[in-house]
């Protein structure tokens, strides 16, 4: 699963529905990957606007800090500005920090691990780069 899919999950869990607190769901024990795309700087430009760039933020400092880094270097991930970069991209260094956001959003999956909720403390877990959502019915 993408970092980039993270930024538009939330608790499917009915009680977080009206939480805050349930957006971005917090990674726990998540083993990384990293695959290289093409870079397309028109994608980022375009999705820029409707990423939530706290969770980003906060998406981004969990993985530099707490995550295994097998096949992936984690100072990659601390050049994430603290506020969502505007502008044309034209200089050198807005071109490096859309280069940082490529890989932080497009090349880094999440193959094992979990995802949780910071309001009810529910796990997803990930097998193979793929979340599962399903709830139990107590949850539903």
Known sequence: ????????LTCAVKACKTSTASFPLHFKDAELEQREIDYNPTFLQNILPRLDWDAISITAAEVSKSLHFDRIAPRRFNNIPASKPEGTFESEEEQKVMQDLHTLLLETEVMEGKMICGNCGHEYRIKEGIANFLLPNHLV
């Not at 699963?1 to 538009?8: D, E, I, P, Q, S």
């Open 1 to 8: 699963m993408k970092l980039l899919t993270v930024n538009f």
